[in-house]
């Protein structure tokens, strides 16, 4: 199983940013994909997941409204749509995939992870 994350990159503040996940080696259709970010000096944290059917999304408090998770299971892709973006959204971005329809908000759950890709919001 191989997943690949990249979109990252510079933007300012209120500004957007597109990332997506890539993935092979696995039934994609069947795996709940989760974004997990790690600031400097932090642990890793959740930031929003999609159901394997891509029916529910669900979002840590302080993106709900600016970031938009969304997969398209024929291409084996899932994005995340960043929008007004803030410094603290500074952080390097994981996708993360569990077998299974809904998956959850803990790293423990995923055992497929990405290489990250770094997002930097400049205030």
């Known amino acids: 199983v191989q997943l690949q994350a990249f979109g990252g990159g510079l933007a300012q503040a209120g500004g957007s940013l597109s990332l997506s996940c890539a993935a092979s080696?696995?039934?994609?259709?069947?795996?709940?994909i989760a974004w997990f970010r790690q600031a400097p000096g932090t642990e890793r944290a959740f930031v929003a997941r999609?159901?394997?059917?891509?029916?529910?999304?669900w979002y840590e408090d302080s993106v709900k409204g600016r970031f938009t998770v969304s997969r398209d299971n024929a291409k084996n892709t899932v994005y995340l749509e960043m929008n007004s973006l803030k410094p603290e959204d500074t952080a390097v971005y994981y996708c993360?995939?569990?077998?299974?329809?809904?998956?959850?908000?803990?790293?423990?759950?995923?055992?497929?992870w990405g290489q990250g890709t770094l997002v930097t919001v400049s205030s």
């Open positions: 999609i159901s394997a059917s891509a029916v529910s999304t």
């Open positions: 993360a995939a569990s077998a299974g329809n809904i998956g959850t908000s803990r790293e423990s759950s995923y055992p497929y």
């Open positions: 080696g696995l039934t994609f259709g069947r795996y709940a």
